[in-house]
């Protein structure tokens, strides 16, 4: 079967083109970095002509802007899912445990939007960095609200926002683990590992 770059570009709704090109922008971004997206490389990506990317996004800075926008709503929408509720009334392990699973899953669901989330590469528009701040800081605070009720038997944390920290901290480098060693760092190693951590710690 021919590839996207070989053949005749289909006609497409102004929505599933814009997708399409958001789709190209983020291949050429995992593939050869920041450095490497242009208008010219993205159509070319995407087999259409320069002017279709243009009547789209404006220029090269709206572009990436739509990119950052795209991915992190995807992000977002993803952990939305994943992050824990209140621990107190839990088996906190095991909703952790459950927790750092679907993350994990999810990660795997969609590395390339995951790697520009964890693994900003250089040349990275400040948009995607104060994004990533922002995405991090409320998932602390979920996970903040989420642990200081207490957690179960093991009682309060002294400290809900660094428990928090450390939780999301130790997530994320899994994750990182996931999208660069896939075969060596499988989810269900990272998840035993998480459930021998979890339980020594608890004693």
């Known amino acids: 079967m021919p590839s996207a770059k070989s053949s005749p570009s289909p006609r497409l709704s102004a929505a599933e083109r814009r997708e399409q090109l958001l789709d190209a922008t983020r291949a050429v971004v995992s593939e050869r970095g920041f450095h490497a997206v242009s208008i010219e490389a993205v159509s070319r990506e995407a087999g259409v002509t320069r002017p279709i990317v243009y009547g789209h996004f404006g ?31 839990s ?44 995405g991090r800081a409320a998932v602390i605070s979920q996970l903040v609200a989420s642990i200081t009720p207490g957690m179960g038997q093991a009682g309060e944390s002294p400290d809900p926002e660094l428990t928090a920290l450390t939780f999301s901290a130790l997530s994320d480098e899994a994750a990182r683990l996931l999208l660069t060693q896939p075969r060596r760092f499988p989810v269900e190693r990272i998840v035993d590992h998480a459930r021998w951590l979890l339980k020594r710690l608890a004693g």
């Open 91 to 134: 088996d906190p392990d095991e909703t952790l445990l459950a927790a750092l699973d679907a993350y994990l899953r999810a990660v795997l669901a969609e590395p390339d939007t995951w790697r520009l989330v964890l693994m900003p590469q250089e040349g990275a528009p400040q948009l995607l960095h104060d994004r990533i701040a922002r």
């Open 59 to 89: 220029d090269l800075s709206g572009l990436l802007e739509a990119l950052v926008d795209r991915e992190e709503a995807r992000a977002r929408a993803q952990l939305i899912e994943v992050l824990p509720g209140p621990l107190v009334d």
